[in-house]
């Protein structure tokens, strides 16, 4: 089935509406705040839409940074530094349509979004990409795909080393 990456705009009024991934907030989220937020600059909205316009998932991403003091896992921080926070992107939501799941495309989106991640960050200074889990099922899918914990947070980092080795001569 065809479908494309696209930022969230006023011609998904209807289709974001529709839109059912079995966690209510992040329904709603999508349905009220995610345009509001990105208008705000707060996050960018990717939606992944069918030809016909249905949204099959959505994502958002963030700057945001954490306490170094959280990192001095050696697989997040590899080497030394005096910084207090680090600059991270945050993936702060992530969700496929209930009908659409099972079938490849939780994969297809997470990796445009690791590979945008990893586009910006030769961009902008970003060390790690970083997800929040919103449940068991959430943190399974992310460790499937090598994302490490955080010690003693709930939230789950991959680096932009490990990304930049992934996704090779992408830019
Ligand atoms: C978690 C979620 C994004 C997975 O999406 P999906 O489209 O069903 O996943 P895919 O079909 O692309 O699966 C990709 C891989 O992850 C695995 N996977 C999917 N869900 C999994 C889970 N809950 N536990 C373990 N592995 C899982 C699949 O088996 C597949 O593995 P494979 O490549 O070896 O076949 C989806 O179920 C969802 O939107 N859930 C509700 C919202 C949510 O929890 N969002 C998470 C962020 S907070």
């Known amino acids: 089935m065809e479908a494309k990456v696209v930022v969230l705009g006023p011609q998904h009024k209807a289709s974001k509406k529709n839109f059912k991934c079995g966690n209510d907030i992040l329904d709603k989220y999508l349905a009220l705040f995610a345009l509001q937020d990105q208008q705000k600059k707060l996050s960018v909205c990717f939606v992944l839409e069918s030809l016909t316009g249905e949204i099959i998932g959505y994502y958002t ?30 993936i702060g939501r992530f969700a496929i349509e209930e009908n659409y ?19 910006q960050a030769t961009q902008i200074g970003a060390c790690a990409v970083l997800v929040e889990p919103k449940d068991v099922n959430a943190r399974e899918f992310y460790l499937k795909f090598g994302f490490k914990i955080l010690p003693d947070q709930n939230k789950l980092f991959m680096t932009m080393q490990q990304l930049s080795q992934i996704f090779i001569g992408f830019h």
């Open 61 to 90: 991403l963030s700057a945001s940074s954490i306490d170094a003091k959280n990192t001095n896992d050696q697989r997040f921080m590899p080497f030394k530094t005096n910084y207090r926070t680090l600059p991270i992107i945050l």
């Open 101 to 119: 799941k099972k079938l490849g495309f939780g994969k297809k989106l997470l990796t445009d979004a690791l590979k945008r991640c990893t586009l």
